[in-house]
């Protein structure tokens, strides 16, 4: 009602909408102005393909920018011809409008990878004990002539031998084999959301940039990726191509190397291997997450 009775009110909604876009506007240039330095960059190579993904990530950000531009021009021109009535039902809507994501470069649709079967738990070993050494004959007295007290005394010999064997322990080996297993101590579990709003969107960014990169990689290397699926050689036959993306994440994303997390395995595997880690072959990366 008082928006109404204001003449400025509209215009006051008008430009605090735009001021809560500016944050938005300005990571669009930002990527925009990246993907263009990637594709002066490129231009130094040889290889004109080079020049491929950089040029489609300059497109995909500029048509994001001119797209949220749009909606903003749009926005503006239709509040200052609505009516006074309208004001508040042009700005909640204006405002509620999202402003378009960067998409990703497009890459060929993956088949979803094969869940792995888990590992059946090893039956448990027994370990046979010994039983202990049968006792030796008695041993035949000779007939003598007279009362026969040496048969008796050796007897007796071989009784004593008999009984000492029956009093000496066993080995108690089944009773150490069947000793639980020390319990296993799970590592905390890493949360980007307890780190700072800068950490988060540089993992935020971290993750999107390799994940664009190994579908580029995908989408120009098809046959080597092809081949080293199959002979499980991927690091090994991609490695120039992986040693450039590496270099570049290394360089714009080093605050986060140090954390528990490693997005350029977890989207090599993902991409690259189709799910499959064994493809990768020797990972030659510093990773806290790889499976070596």
Known sequence: CCMAQDPTALELAVTRALRDNIVTLQRSADELQQAFADVVASCASSRPTNSLP???????????????????????????????????????????????????????????????????????????????PPPPPPPVPAPRAGTGTAYEERREVGMDTIRSYRDEPVPEVAAEAAAPPPPVVEAPVFDVQSLSADEQEMHRRANRHIKVSMQDIKLLRKE?????????????????????????????????????????????????????AEALGEYPYPSPVAKR
């Open 54 to 132: 950089s040029l489609l990530r300059a497109q995909t950000a500029a048509a994001s920018l001119a797209a949220s531009l749009e909606v903003l021009a749009r926005f503006v021109t239709s509040s200052s011809q609505a009516a006074p009535a309208g004001v508040t039902e042009a700005v909640t809507r204006a405002v509620s409008i999202p402003a378009p994501e960067l998409a990703p470069a497009p890459a060929p649709v993956a088949p979803p990878p094969s869940p792995v079967p888990m590992a059946e738990a090893p039956a448990p070993v027994e370990i046979p004990v010994a039983p202990p």
């Open 224 to 276: 080597g990726v092809k081949l080293g699926r199959e002979q499980k050689d991927l690091c090994i036959r991609l490695k120039d191509d992986l040693d450039k993306a590496r270099k570049e994440y290394e360089r714009r994303f080093r605050p986060i190397l140090g954390h528990p997390v490693d997005y350029f395995y977890k989207w090599a595997v993902e991409i690259l291997a189709d799910g499959d």
